[in-house]
Nanobody, 127 residues
């Protein structure tokens, strides 16, 4: 099992940047593929970005492609989401998620793929 804690959320103006961090504890972090999801008020949770166990493969939602970057540091047991050129529509609670991935090289893009979730961190972008 792995325990996840997100930090780095906050209030930022449109066009600004934030870096979210997700610290993992528990099982061997290098065995886990990671993802970021978000949920805005009144909306379903949606995929944002994902990264493979080793960090060599990433995927992004079309809405954030070119603006957000996901990265994974197995030595620090952490995954990050660098968010640039933020827009008002990026406002949401952002969740970090993890699942074991022993054989698959590609990331996982759907919420049902993930077994472990953090508590979320609020990101608010003012226009």
């Amino acid at each position: 099992q792995v325990h996840l804690v997100e930090t780095g959320g906050g209030l930022v103006q449109a066009g600004g940047s934030l870096r979210l961090s997700c610290a993992a504890s528990g099982d061997s972090f290098s065995n886990y593929a990671m993802g970021w999801f978000r949920q805005a008020p009144g909306k379903e949770r949606e995929f944002v970005a994902a990264i493979s166990r080793g960090g060599s493969s990433t995927s992004y939602a079309d809405s954030v492609k070119g603006r957000f970057t996901i990265s994974k540091d197995n030595a620090k047991n952490a995954v990050y989401l660098q968010m640039n050129s933020l827009k008002a529509e990026d406002t949401a609670v952002y969740y970090c998620a993890a699942r074991t991935s022993y054989y698959r090289i590609s990331p996982y893009n759907t919420a049902d793929d993930y077994a472990y979730w953090g508590q979320g961190t609020q990101v608010t972008v003012s226009s």
